[in-house]
């Protein structure tokens, strides 16, 4: 688990609290059903208008990933890579036969497979290529949903406080429900800018950030595979992909 990303949103939440405290504002005055609906179901209402329904289901998946990550070991596919340009180097492309069928990383194997089959280099990179852009592509696809939403919420947010001001100027003559749309109009505010800026728009950029990752490892992989399947020494393949860690 990532701990870092659960203890910054527990932060974000609990500095904005704890500062109401001080400021001597009760806890129960930032709680609003009325505003959270507004701007909760508002926010998730323009998501899903301009979201397609495979996109908004990955990127819903994917929201795990902010606190459990994929694993994307650089040293560790290294290690693999180097271990299959030795056998390899010893007993051939057909001696990696074995290894493809047991590998459980479904890119490393793709590539494996297409080493045993004797395919050319560039044969192998432009296959796999195509599988890493389309991958990173419907990762992105999952950032900019929460992108989006980061960017509708505290318009919401602006919609909800006009109603409860709305609500206020229609009842100026009834003392009783001024409170409840003066907070209503605020709180509506509140939801929205602290919903973007400390919860939608750092998922999107945590979810970019693993994209980039584990581009970075797949493209490390590409360059082994390739490497092999030219016939390139061991020790120099090492020495290209450690430039990878950097």
Known sequence: MDILSLLGIILAFAAILGGNVLEGGALGSLFNAPAGLIV????????????????LRRAFAQVRWVFLPPYVGLDEGIGKVIDWSVKARKQGLLGLEGLAEREPERFARKGLQLLVDGAEAETIRGILEVDLESREQRDLDSA??????GGYSPTIGIIGAVMGLIQV???LEDPNTLGSGIATAFVATIYGVALANLLFFPVANKLRAIARQRSRYEDMMIDGIIAIAEGENPRSIELRLRSFLH
């Open 40 to 55: 909760i179901g508002g926010t998730l209402a323009a998501t899903i208008l301009q979201t397609s329904w495979p996109v």
């Open 144 to 149: 900019r949903v929460f992108e989006a939403m």
């Open 169 to 171: 100027m229609t009842n």
